[in-house]
Nanobody, 122 residues
Framework: QVQLVESGGGLVQAGGSLRLSCAGH????????MAWYRQIPGKQRELVAT???????TYADSVKGRFTISRDNAKGTMYLEMSRLESEDTAVYYC????????????????WGRGTQVTVSS
């Protein structure tokens, strides 16, 4: 039910950088944990990174050291800074609110938006 809008995707060469944005309402950005997911055709959505309201982060092993998740609660915006992009990063990227289930598991809570397409060319 929470409405989030992803933007910033595009076509980039391997090794390049890109910044994605996720815009929501300022009120809930102060209190909820947020996450970036991605999905390619034929595969399930996979969790990319999470960030708690106070700034604590987690990352998937595949992006650790290359991607940085951040948030600006005052602006109601979450970001994903992507660097050293690889062809395997090509996917539709989505943002959502999440619940920590423990043991490294996270549950998406909101509905899925349109996402933003990231295409990494070689």
């Amino acid at each position: 039910q929470v409405q989030l809008v992803e933007s910033g995707g595009g076509l980039v060469q391997a090794g390049g950088s890109l910044r994605l944005s996720c815009a929501g309402h300022i009120s809930f950005f102060r209190v909820v944990t947020m996450a970036w997911y991605r999905q390619i055709p034929g595969k399930q959505r996979e969790l990319v990174a999470t960030i708690a309201s106070a700034g604590t982060t987690t990352y998937a092993d595949s992006v650790k050291g290359r991607f940085t998740i951040s948030r600006d609660n005052a602006k109601g915006t979450m970001y994903l800074e992507m660097s050293r992009l690889e062809s395997e990063d090509t996917a539709v990227y989505y943002c959502n609110t999440v619940r920590n289930l423990g043991d490294g598991r996270w549950l998406p809570l909101g509905s899925w938006g349109r996402g933003t397409q990231v295409t990494v060319s070689s």
